[in-house]
């Protein structure tokens, strides 16, 4: 369901975050597409809305984001960073045939904790790498 531009401020205030055009515009484009993406992606489709966008500007509103707990940064490969709205602990699956990023869920006895014994663990990244079902047909 689509979110309104009230509830996207809202969401924003909640985490401490003053809206702005581009931080509504970045979070609705995050909200809407569930595909982890890139800041070229983001610029590409807000460009047409907002011609004085800058990719500087997105990098700062996403920097900001990740701050304040509103996305995820994953470093699923050196050169390229992605954007995930979902915060919650998930798994990460990337095809390296169409460059896709699935989701999936972690069940809690994945990681063998008992090896980090009194350790304090803030979060988890599950990152594999293949080829996903489509790809592989
Ligand atoms: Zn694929
Ligand atoms: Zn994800």
Same mark, same amino acid.
């Given at each position: 369901?689509?979110?309104? $531009? ?22 609705? @484009?995050?909200? $809407? $597409? ?10 590409? #489709? ?8 800058? *990719?500087? #500007?997105?990098? $700062?509103?996403?920097?900001?984001? #990740?701050? *304040? ?27 390296? *045939? ?20 009194? @350790? ?18």
């Amino acid at each position: 369901m689509k979110k309104s $531009n009230e509830w996207m401020m809202d969401y924003l205030r909640e985490h401490n975050i003053k809206p702005s055009t581009i931080r509504i515009k970045v979070l609705e @484009f995050l909200l $809407n $597409n569930r595909i982890h993406p890139t800041v070229d992606e983001i610029y590409k #489709s807000l460009i047409e809305d907002i011609p004085t966008l800058s *990719k500087t #500007s997105i990098y $700062n509103t996403l920097d900001l984001f #990740s701050e *304040k707990g509103v996305v995820k940064i994953l470093a699923l490969c050196e050169k390229e960073l992605r954007y995930d709205i979902d915060t919650n602990s998930h798994g990460h699956f990337k095809c390296e *045939k169409c460059g896709k990023v699935y989701d999936f869920p972690l069940e809690g006895n994945l990681i063998i904790k008992d090896e980090l014994e009194g @350790f304090k663990i803030n979060s988890e990244n599950i990152h594999l790498y293949g080829i996903c079902k489509k790809c592989n047909e």
